[in-house]
Nanobody
Framework: QVQLLESGGGLVQAGGSLTLSCAAS????????MGWYRQAPGMQRELVAS???????YCADSVKGRCTISRDNAKNTVYLQMSTLEPEDTAVYYC???????????????WGQGTQVTVSS
């Protein structure tokens, strides 16, 4: 019913930048929060950045100053721009959306399939 399609991952040199995109599609009535988690090998999944429907944004301390999250509500798309990338940013990045389906009554989290970001030193 709902698909979150991510793009923009890949191999980047340390000090470089990238932009991840995630578009939500399907039987969506309304989206509240959208954002990104990441999971490095052997580590727990951690929240990287999020944006709410009222425009509030958040970037984790580990990426603060290097992170910009934005959203196009007309396209149900969220973007994550990261600069000055470090090898420690290497992880699988997962998009999520807290949304209500058409005809639904509750908000639920939906996830993308993940996109690999590798930062080489």
């Amino acid at each position: 019913q709902v698909q979150l399609l991510e793009s923009g991952g890949g191999l980047v040199q340390a000090g470089g930048s990238l932009t991840l995109s995630c578009a939500a599609s399907g039987s969506i009535f309304k989206i509240d929060a959208m954002g990104w988690y990441r999971q490095a090998p052997g580590m727990q999944r951690e929240l990287v950045a999020s944006t709410s429907s009222d425009g509030t944004t958040y970037c984790a301390d580990s990426v603060k100053g290097r992170c910009t999250i934005s959203r196009d509500n007309a396209k149900n798309t969220v973007y994550l721009q990261m600069s000055t990338l470090e090898p420690e940013d290497t992880a699988v990045y997962y998009c999520y959306a807290d949304l209500m389906l058409s005809g639904g009554y509750y908000y639920n989290y939906y996830w993308g399939q993940g996109t690999q970001v590798t930062v080489s030193s």
